[in-house]
């Protein structure tokens, strides 16, 4: 396989990714050209506010072809056509063969959140000592127990008394918390998420754990839980801080996840109208604040 990698401005890159595709190229793909560096501009706003932009500024839109000679002859078409000034043939490149399936599994192990209580993706058995396990695989949803926010949160998770509660996991991503929650005895679950795709994969991760939950679009989440769990990031979750604390029920416990150290403090303002937050705990600079209220 070869690849022909294209650096295309944003008005350019619906135009270069359709005549791609009709150049027979096996997959297009998009990616911003000036991410990790100083250029790097967000594309997705804070809840309820316009987005800051429709496209990268610089994007490299990569198109895969089975031979070298179709990679370089549709890179040479393109040169030819006008919508195509402005943008540049960075370069055709050899792709080695993988056996890619193997190569993302071996990637992904089991992930021990307590001695008891793991992850472990479908091509691995659940170590020995697991009893609780979640099975998991990696998919386009956020959440597979290796990032220290995950993690946090399911740490939390093990050590309460579920049973019988409401849970609302608020950014549900894979679901992977939710799922936890019902591993841990809560019986009437909401799984909400902005992300169509994360709402699916919910759904479908819930299902595979033989976990009853109902997972949904932010509307979904209505009245109060005993458990609030949502770990986004800081800024969302200082924007959420009415919503969510309304949804915790008195006594209920409000779990935030997404928050680095340094921005221990802007939440603890951000919420002290509604909470109290306290750090609960803390991993590789990530912070999980909870509180009662
Ligand atoms: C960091 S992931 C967390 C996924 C999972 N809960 C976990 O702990 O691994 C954050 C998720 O929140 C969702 N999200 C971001 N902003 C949101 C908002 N305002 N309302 C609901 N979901 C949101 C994203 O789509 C993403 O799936």
């Not at 944003?10 to 135009?15: S, Y």
């Not at 193997?102 to 793991?118: C, D, G, K, N, Y």
């Not at 008195?250 to 921005?263: C, H």
């Not at 403090?265 to 803390?282: F, H, W």
Request: charged share 20%; net charge negative.
């Amino acid at each position: 396989m070869f690849e022909l990698r294209l650096l295309v401005p944003q008005d350019r890159v619906d135009a270069v990714s359709d005549a791609l595709e009709a150049l027979d190229a096996l997959s297009v793909s998009v990616e911003d050209a000036d991410a990790q560096t100083d250029s790097e501009q967000a594309l997705f706003g804070e809840p309820g506010m316009p987005p800051p932009r429709g496209g990268w500024n610089r994007s490299r839109v990569i198109a895969l072809f089975p031979t070298e000679e179709a990679a370089r002859e549709a890179g040479a078409l393109l040169q030819a056509q006008d919508f195509f000034d402005g943008c540049q043939v960075a370069g055709v490149e050899d792709v080695p063969e993988q056996d890619w399936v193997r190569l993302t599994q071996s990637q992904f192990a089991p992930v021990e959140i307590t001695p008891q209580f793991w992850i472990v993706p479908t091509w691995h058995q659940p170590p020995d000592q697991a009893r609780q396990v979640i099975r998991l695989d990696p998919g386009l949803a956020f959440g597979t127990g290796t990032h220290p926010t995950t993690r946090m949160c399911l740490r939390w998770i093990a050590r309460q008394q579920l049973a019988g509660q409401r849970v609302l996991d608020y950014g549900c991503g894979s679901g992977i918390l939710a799922i936890g929650a019902a591993k841990f005895g809560a019986t009437d679950i909401d799984a909400v998420d902005i992300d169509e795709a994360a709402v699916q994969s919910t759904q479908a991760n819930a299902l595979a754990n033989d976990v009853v939950l109902h997972a949904g679009l932010p509307e979904r989440a209505q009245g109060k839980y005993q458990t609030v769990l949502a770990n986004i990031l800081a800024s969302p979750l200082k924007v959420l801080a009415p919503l969510l604390c309304a949804h915790v029920a008195p006594g209920g416990s409000l779990v935030l996840a997404g928050i680095l150290e340094r921005q221990t403090e802007e939440l603890k303002q951000a919420y002290a109208p509604y909470a109290r937050l306290d750090v609960a705990d803390t991993e590789d600079g990530w912070v999980l604040m909870t509180a009662r209220l």
